[in-house]
């Protein structure tokens, strides 16, 4: 149980969906297949990482297989036991002639919404800016989120390669359309880049949370700045493990962000990819990390506190989670 607050749809792509889309839409199968061609089999960095779930975009260039996947990732989310799911993704890599910007973002509302019907698990997108486009396509993208606020968008995101475009400055006008328009603003930051990045994604975009933010515990500065400030942090362990930014779950700078204070909350990033949902991500934590099942209950409740959703659901949330140990 627990609500998943950072995990991307284009992490969710099913082996044996992508080997259908891909046989309908005339997408040849990867070498070796599509499970070794989305699985992260090792340690690696952030670039390698991303080519991995880059693996499925050729199949998620329609508005039918985005709906399809869409649905799929709720279903299967609810099936691991989250409570809320809150998913975001990249809606420009999927764009096509014919197929736009709003377009995609209105099929992935319309296939989480398909899901959330079926199983009853709540759910918001989280529309990503992509640090490699142009100025003007990320404008694009933060004004098709802003129309679909209140149609399944609740946030705005800013993600891909820190290591190869650490400038976050530039992001600003995106983020202030998205502001404008009611959403919730996180970032990307500190995942691969080093610590103050966190603080820039908060000063010059407004971010009140953090994706990943791992290199916040290497300065002793940013992390007490974090804890003060309270800004979120979205952990996500084995993928972090994965792309290098942490040796190891029992090691994971999310320790070192919960005794200074930090929000910390939780996602499994790229379900597919890694091989592991939120479920297991927690057991694992506890288990391997030696993370107090208080302080995981803590988690629970600041994810309740800080998910992009109505004040209904959260107040559903409250009291599914108000009888944990303090």
């Known amino acids: 149980m627990g609500l998943n607050l950072h995990t991307h749809l284009e992490g969710w792509v099913r082996p044996e969906t992508a080997a259908d889309l ?15 061609a989305l699985r992260v089999r090792g340690v690696a960095d952030l670039t390698v ?10 199949v998620l260039g329609s508005y039918e297989a985005m709906r399809r996947v869409a649905r799929e990732a709720v279903e299967d989310a609810a099936s691991d036991g989250c409570d809320f799911l809150e998913i975001r993704f990249g809606p420009s890599t999927h764009a096509r002639p014919g197929l736009g910007i709003p377009d995609v973002i209105a099929a992935a509302c319309e296939g989480l919404g398909d ?27 933060a004004h098709a989120a802003a129309g679909a606020a209140g149609r399944g968008v609740v946030g705005l995101d800013v993600a891909g390669d820190e290591l190869l475009f650490p400038e976050l400055q530039r992001y600003r006008k995106p983020y202030e359309i998205a502001r404008a328009a009611g ?8 995942e691969a880049g080093p610590a103050r990045a966190a603080m820039e994604a908060a000063a010059w975009l ?59 909350v939780l996602g499994d990033d790229n379900p597919v990819n890694i091989g592991t949902r939120l479920a297991a ?22 994810a309740v506190e800080v998910a992009f959703t109505d004040d209904a659901t959260r107040a559903r949330l409250r009291e599914r989670f108000s009888e944990l140990a303090p």
């Open 22 to 36: 891909g046989r309908q839409m005339g997408v040849p199968e990867p070498a070796g297949g599509w499970q070794d």
């Open 49 to 58: 990482f991303l080519a991995h779930v880059a693996a499925a975009y050729p």
């Open 115 to 141: 899901g959330s019907n079926a199983t009853g698990l709540p759910f918001g997108l989280v529309v990503c800016l992509l640090r490699h486009l142009d100025d003007e396509t990320n404008v694009a993208i």
């Open 183 to 190: 959403l919730g603003l996180t970032a990307h930051a500190a």
């Open 206 to 264: 407004g971010a009140t949370r953090i994706g990943h933010g791992s290199h916040i515990a290497d300065d002793p500065e940013v992390l007490a700045w974090a804890a003060g400030e309270g800004i979120a942090i979205e952990v996500c362990p084995t993928s972090n493990v994965l792309t290098g930014a942490a040796p190891s779950v029992r090691e994971h700078p999310l320790h070192a962000m919960i005794a200074a204070g930090c929000r910390v």
């Open 281 to 302: 991500e927690e057991r694992r934590l506890v288990e391997e990390g030696g993370l107090a099942p208080e302080d995981l209950a803590t988690i629970h409740r600041t």
